[in-house]
Nanobody
Framework: QVQLVESGGGSVQAGGSLRLSCAASGFTDIRRCMGWFRQAPGKEREGVAWINSAGGTSYTDSVKGRLTISKDIATNTLYLQMNSLKPEDTGMYYC??????????????????WGQGTQVTVSS
């Protein structure tokens, strides 16, 4: 049974940092497309950062230079290092994993497995 469990969310002031973690189980490994999405109140869930099977990374424009996605194959853990946080980064952050061989894109339909989310709140 596949399970993704996020942790590390919290409340910070603008300019602060957080590190989100996503523990994956039920996979042989996480050498597949994985991503972080966020959903602000009243808004659609959007792709923030994604990492392909080879470790190549991509980001939505608004977070480039501030957020870094990475994964630890040995522990089956996905990370999102968040620096220089802004109030507009506030939202529920979700970890997601695609099926093996799926294209690695920013769109929700690519991802088969989802975590329950962790809340990030950035105050000005």
């Amino acid at each position: 049974q596949v399970q993704l469990v996020e942790s590390g969310g919290g409340s910070v002031q603008a300019g602060g940092s957080l590190r989100l973690s996503c523990a994956a189980s039920g996979f042989t490994d996480i050498r597949r497309c994985m991503g972080w999405f966020r959903q602000a109140p009243g808004k659609e869930r959007e792709g923030v950062a994604w990492i392909n099977s080879a470790g190549g990374t991509s980001y939505t424009d608004s977070v480039k230079g501030r957020l870094t996605i990475s994964k630890d194959i040995a522990t089956n853990t996905l990370y999102l290092q968040m620096n220089s946080l802004k109030p507009e980064d506030t939202g529920m952050y979700y970890c997601a994993a695609a099926s093996e061989g799926a294209p690695c894109l920013r769109y929700k339909y690519v991802y088969t497995y989802w975590g329950q989310g962790t809340q990030v709140t950035v105050s000005s």
